[in-house]
């Protein structure tokens, strides 16, 4: 099973891909059959490719997450409260978001889940 430090290595990582906005950075967290569901409720992304796809696109919108208290983990769970701040259309757009991820024992992502919706975005 993934260590704490593993899993808490891991959320600093994702925040840093965000940071660089480099994708491969992100993807390099995940393991190759990984799922990535963000926000919940839309089509799941599978594998490298699809997962840095989407990780690309978002980094486009200049997207930098902050967290917003600590990193909370739990057998093979790590779950995260961030902001997120990004461009979308032109507007400055906060988005208050809660990530989960599951691990694999290597301590790769194998599952990510990111919980917000409308009433957790500002500046639209």
Known sequence: MATAEQMTAAVH???EAFEKGD?????ALFAPDATVEDPVGTPVK???????????????????????????????HAAFAFR???????????????????????GKVVEMKAYFGPSNMTGL
């Open 13 to 15: 990582g994702y925040v």
């Open 23 to 27: 994708a491969e950075l992100a993807v």
């Open 46 to 76: 599978r594998g490298h490719d699809e997962i840095r796809a989407f990780y690309a696109a978002s980094m486009q919108t200049g997207a930098k997450l902050r967290l917003e208290g600590p990193i909370r983990c739990a057998t093979d």
């Open 84 to 106: 997120v701040q990004l461009t979308l259309e032109g507007k400055m757009v906060t988005v208050d978001v809660i990530d989960i991820f599951r691990f694999n024992d290597a």
